[in-house]
């Protein structure tokens, strides 16, 4: 991994991984709630992780964080395609992806966020597709998700009195929010919420 901070650049961090796993355990089964396991022989994980982080004129910071993952299975192995399932019958081949993980990710947010007053933001967060079984027949697709806020803070003495609004998927789009591997019936798919608020105050009292 590489670490840097520049007054002029900004913190900016880099890091490739790689890692390894013998026996890895899956789901085999997925049915009405219930999962049966197995191992699949050896999976491997490689990848980069990137970040970057600026303030500008002191109190609005800019970050970005990006991630890419390969994430498959090295050895073939047999699974089941319905449940009960007294033989494992088909082929997963080596090669394939990890059912459940992402390939890249992308977050950005540009914040004001002065000590005392106004302060808000916005996020984008990118996704890219997830396939959602191991014979990755088919896949979530990959979304974008707009999000913003806006808060107060006020200190009176030794009280920081505060309160924020926060709105999510701002655009009302569509997606899978999450997904069940390997489910039986073909139900891969959980939808995300639509837009959605969210409001809070906090009162702070320093002794």
């Known amino acids: 991994g590489l670490k840097s901070r520049s007054p002029a650049?900004?913190?900016f961090e880099l890091a490739?991984?790689?890692?390894?796993?013998?026996n890895e355990i899956v789901t085999q089964t997925n049915l009405g709630g219930r999962s049966t396991f197995q191992n699949a022989g050896s999976t491997r994980r490689s990848g980069l992780e990137a970040s970057w982080v600026r303030r500008y004129a002191g109190d609005l910071q800019a970050?970005?964080?990006?991630?890419?993952i390969e994430a498959r299975f090295v050895d073939v192995f047999l699974?089941?395609?319905a449940a009960p399932c007294a033989t494992p019958?088909?082929?997963?081949g080596a090669g394939n992806r990890i059912p459940g993980v992402a390939r890249g990710a992308l977050f950005g947010a540009l914040t004001w966020k002065p000590e005392t007053g106004w302060n808000g933001g916005i996020e984008?967060?990118?996704l890219s597709r997830v396939a959602v079984n191991d014979s990755n027949s088919e896949s979530a697709p990959g979304h974008g998700v707009a999000s913003a806020h806006v808060g107060y803070v006020h200190r009176v003495g030794r009280w920081k009195i505060a309160g924020f609004v926060r709105g999510d998927n701002l655009l009302d789009k569509r997606y899978a929010g999450s997904v069940i591997v390997n489910e039986g019936n073909g139900?891969?798919?959980?939808a995300a919420p639509g837009r959605n608020w969210l409001s809070g105050a906090s009162a702070e009292f320093r002794f």
């Open 63 to 68: 970050r970005v964080a990006a991630t890419l």
């Open 79 to 81: 699974t089941c395609t």
């Open 124 to 126: 984008l967060r990118l």
């Open 9 to 11: 650049w900004g913190d």
């Open 89 to 92: 019958n088909l082929a997963i």
């Open 16 to 22: 490739a991984f790689r890692t390894g796993t013998d």
């Open 187 to 190: 139900r891969y798919y959980e």
